[in-house]
């Protein structure tokens, strides 16, 4: 028989262990109900590696009803701080992604690493600064250049437009901190390796190795399940970058669009610039066919990709593109 002491004692302790049970039932439904009422919700936060979250953004062009959120933004939450990279297209995307990361942590949000210039990866920027006045923002030497000279305004305007005006309390927080090629940046208990590009999706692409956590952030040299934009960068360029990232040390893969994944994201990405500027190569030089002309055979190579998102739409610009390419290296 139990004493009246050992009762009590039992009785406290079911009734803590109740309060820990229900405090934890408690936080568990915090975390699987996401914000209802933001431009995040409906889209999960998805955790990558031990340290590592992302949240998977639509796969269509900025508009009225994804609000213009169509990025990959991740954060990394080291044993002191939180590092994010890409915080998406305007300053709403930034404060849904703070919240998010609240879910998780207390932890102050020290860094936010830019992959480059366009504008859905890096306009949630200004929440950062907002949230933590401190907060360290990095880019390519050439994105803060290029923001600063007018594409930071080209972006903004383009936002609202396409969203109709939703983006309209964005203001562009530019990054201040220069990024070096193959430079390690030591947050607490985390190390982001920096891999800068000469010209690939654009001139001013960065790439960021979480080490600890083998995940590369790939920014846009690598899509998936959408088709790309190439007007500002290079084929090759941009194929030279896949070689060199499926060299790297990493398993999980965030691509600038479409869902995490492994290795294959970049082989896969690969494959499809190179079997555009090819075969545009090919037909150009042997039988000096058009565009248009060279679209057709393009398409009878490309049927794994031909459900990717913009693929129909964006495949005679990627021709054109790849052709004004062939052109000025055979020059
Ligand atoms: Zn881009």
């Not at 408690?26 to 699987?32: E, P, R, S, T």
């Not at 203001?171 to 000469?198: C, F, G, R, Y």
């Not at 055979?297 to 021709?319: H, N, P, Q, R």
């Amino acid at each position: 028989m139990k004493s009246i002491g050992e009762f009590i004692m039992v009785g406290r302790f079911n009734i803590a262990f109740f309060s820990v049970l229900c405090g934890f039932l408690l936080i568990a439904n915090a975390i699987a109900k996401a914000p209802s009422n933001d431009i995040l919700s409906g889209y999960e936060t998805t955790k990558i590696a031990e340290h590592t979250w992302y949240i998977a953004g639509p796969l269509a062009t900025p508009n009225v009803a994804n609000k213009g959120f169509m990025n990959n933004p991740a954060f990394t939450i080291t044993d002191k701080s939180v590092i994010v990279f890409d915080p998406g297209s305007s300053v709403l995307v930034g404060r849904a992604l703070i919240k998010r990361i609240r879910q998780l942590t207390k932890n102050p949000i020290t860094h936010v690493f830019n992959t480059h210039i366009h504008g859905d990866h890096w306009l949630g920027n200004q929440a950062f600064i907002n949230e933590n006045a401190t907060v360290k923002l990095y880019a390519h030497p050439d994105m803060i250049r290029l923001a600063k000279n007018g594409e930071a305004k080209v972006w903004i305007d383009m936002m609202m437009d396409r969203t109709e005006g939703i983006t309209k309390e964005t203001v562009a927080a530019i990054p201040t901190e220069n990024l070096k090629d193959q430079h390690i940046i030591k947050i607490d208990n985390i190390s982001v390796k920096a891999h800068l590009n000469k010209k690939a999706h654009t001139i001013t692409d960065a790439m960021f190795e979480i080490i600890e956590d083998k995940v590369l952030i790939t920014g846009d040299n690598a899509f998936r399940q959408r088709a790309p934009r190439l007007d500002d960068g290079s084929y090759l360029g941009n194929i030279a970058v896949m070689e060199s990232a499926l060299k790297l040390p990493v398993e999980v893969i965030v691509p600038g669009h479409g869902a995490v994944g492994g290795k294959t994201i970049l082989s896969d990405y690969k494959d499809f610039i190179s079997i555009i500027y090819n075969t545009t190569k090919q037909l150009k030089d042997e039988d000096d066919l058009e565009p248009h002309e060279i679209k057709p055979k393009v398409i009878e190579k490309m049927s794994k990709y031909k459900d990717w998102t913009g693929f129909d739409k964006a495949l005679g610009k990627l021709i054109g593109v790849a052709a004004l390419e062939v052109e000025a290296n055979d020059f």
